[in-house]
């Protein structure tokens, strides 16, 4: 069964089926439409995970081995099978087309493969996760097709636009997905819920200080204590939306406690980014992830009013502090 992946959302509310085969060329349509299978199986009770990754000289025996090893008394679970390359091989299609035969009770199985040729598409373990799953195809969304993608991100934060700023939007973001999620999640923290007009969107968009976030994410991976206080003060001059700028630094220490805690990140990033924000996690431990969590609620709290403090200070102790570096205030204490 072909399934596109708008159409995910209302497939799994009726009931999740045994088998998703996710394929494609879009990596965040393939990460977001994992994330709503896994949202779904643990929300049915699928407590287990265990991932499978078919690297070059895999052991495809460990398939079989793990579809066999359920006990009468083993918790509902999540099985990951990962071909990164599409190509299993001639054990790996063996295997799959074995395991498709017999699928495991109290199992849901997941597979990742990447953008397939015709003759993968053709293959004789193609067909056979074809005949028993749900096969979710990662298509990049078309020029065409990005201002409905648009209107229908914008309505989830409760704003909507005129075809005409929505096709400005597209052409903006045309090519790159995350891009354009990037910025409609940007419009959500910098506009109000309700209609929103070119001229707003093209302010946000055209907001010249991105390139200053994006600096001062870079001073932070480099430690660069003098270059971190610079930008933040620039930033601050500029007038840079609090709310905005929190996002951006939240976000960056999420992802750091999920590559320290040996998760990958809820979205696609860069390989280069994955290195930098690896290479900081590593400057921290349980208690300074809590310590830097925590600023970063506080500084929500000043930016909406409800406690006291200058949240431009305490931002900047926050780059400081995800960046590994002690902030002022600690190093006297």
């Not at 909406?304 to 960046?323: F, I, Q, R």
Request: hydrophobic letters at 45%; one cysteine or more.
């Amino acid at each position: 069964m072909k399934l596109a992946a708008r159409t995910l959302d209302a497939h799994l509310k009726k009931g999740l089926g045994s088998l998703y085969v996710i394929y494609g060329a879009e990596a965040l349509v393939a990460l977001e439409a994992s994330d709503r299978i896994r949202e779904a199986t643990r929300a049915a009770g699928y407590s287990e995970r265990e991932v499978f990754t078919a690297e070059p000289g895999a052991d495809w025996g460990k398939l079989a081995a793990s579809a066999s090893n359920l006990s009468l008394f083993a918790s509902k679970r999540l099985y990951e099978i990962r071909i990164p390359t599409g190509k299993p091989g001639t054990e790996g299609s063996k295997a799959l087309v074995a395991y498709c035969a017999r699928l495991p009770e109290d199992t849901i199985t997941l597979i990742f493969l990447p953008e397939l040729d015709w003759q993968q598409l053709k293959s004789t373990w193609f067909t056979a996760l074809e005949a028993a799953g749900a096969m979710v195809e990662a298509k990049p969304v078309t020029r065409e097709e990005l201002p409905d993608w648009l209107a229908t991100r914008l309505a989830k934060q409760k704003q909507h636009a005129a075809i005409e700023t929505l096709e400005w939007l597209a052409d903006r973001t045309e090519g790159n997905l995350l891009a354009a999620r990037q910025e409609v999640e940007k419009l959500g923290l910098l506009l109000p819920e309700g209609e929103i007009t070119l001229e707003a969107i093209r302010d946000a968009v055209t907001d010249v200080s991105r390139f200053e976030r994006e600096a001062l994410l870079d001073a932070v991976h480099a430690g660069d204590r003098a270059k971190v206080v610079r930008i933040v003060a620039s930033l601050e001059a500029e007038g840079e939306p609090l709310p905005l700028l929190l996002w951006v630094l939240a976000e960056e220490l999420r992802h750091m406690m999920a590559l320290s805690a040996n998760q990958r990140p809820k979205r696609f990033l860069p390989p280069e980014r994955m290195q930098a924000l690896n290479k900081t996690a590593r400057r921290h431990n349980p208690a300074s992830f809590a310590r830097e969590l925590l600023r970063a609620h506080r500084i929500d709290r000043m930016i909406k009013g409800v406690e006291t403090g200058d949240p431009w200070d305490s931002m900047l102790e926050l780059s400081l502090g995800l960046a590994g570096m002690p902030v002022l205030n600690e190093q006297a204490a």
